[in-house]
């Protein structure tokens, strides 16, 4: 298997990207629940630190992932599929994409909007995206906490299909995003 995709797989470069982001945002989940439901306190400022540095982290690494998917041939869903069905597989791939840039950045206005800064695991501090406005917080927060349950849902579909290619469909759409696996 090689670095870059090919017309029928995904290359290590993609697959590690996508991966990644799987982890980070099952990460990125734990961290804002953990957060949630601890009382005010040094700890929960800690641990939504985390949660905004993680989320930062998914945003740098949505970027990298585009380009990459810019520079690199994308392996073609299978002939067998129908169009409704390679349509949908577009519209949650997008609808993927888009909330890959849409929460975290939501996340960081969120935080401007508060008044706070937002820094990447203490080492770098990033510039405010908006001013301080109550207004913008209390929006940005209710669009941060919406796009978390639309991104389950789409998540769900997405998990559920890869599961039909495989047991069902029995093609090769779930292996070549996996590592380790030939060509069936
Ligand atoms: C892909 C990236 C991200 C995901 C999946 C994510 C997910 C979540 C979830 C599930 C919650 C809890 C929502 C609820 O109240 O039920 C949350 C809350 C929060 N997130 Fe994120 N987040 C991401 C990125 C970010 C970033 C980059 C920042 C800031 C720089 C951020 C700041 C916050 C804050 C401040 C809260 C607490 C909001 C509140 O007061 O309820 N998030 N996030
Ligand atoms: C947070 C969770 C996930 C996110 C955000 C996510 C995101 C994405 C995105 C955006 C793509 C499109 C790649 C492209 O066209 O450039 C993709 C492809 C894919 N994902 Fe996920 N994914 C997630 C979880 C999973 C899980 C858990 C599985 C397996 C059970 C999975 C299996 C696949 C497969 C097989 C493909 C390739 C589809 C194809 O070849 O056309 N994903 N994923």
Avoid at 79 to 108: C, D, I, M, N
Wanted: proline fraction near 7%.
């Amino acid at each position: 298997m090689s670095i870059r995709n090919t017309p029928t797989r995904w290359g290590h470069i993609a697959q590690l990207l996508h991966w990644l982001i799987v982890v980070l945002i099952v990460t990125q989940v734990i961290l804002a629940n953990w957060a949630e439901g601890l009382p005010i306190s040094p700890k929960k400022v800690e641990v939504y630190a985390w949660h905004k540095s993680v989320g930062i982290t998914i945003l740098s690494l949505a970027i990298l992932r585009l380009l990459w998917r810019l520079a690199n041939p994308t392996p073609e869903l299978p002939s067998t599929l129908k169009p409704y069905e390679r349509a949908l597989a577009k519209v949650t791939h997008f609808g993927l994409y888009l909330l890959l840039f849409a929460q975290p950045l939501t996340g960081w206005m969120m935080t401007s909007a508060r008044g706070f800064p937002v820094s990447w695991f203490g080492f770098l501090q990033l510039p405010d995206f908006v001013p301080k406005n109550q207004a913008l917080y209390n929006a940005m927060k209710d669009i941060h906490d919406s796009l978390a349950l639309v991104l389950f849902v789409i998540v769900f579909l997405h998990v559920a299909a890869a599961l039909k290619h495989h047991f069902v469909l029995k093609d090769d759409v779930l292996r070549r995003m996996l590592p380790f696996t030939k060509k069936s």
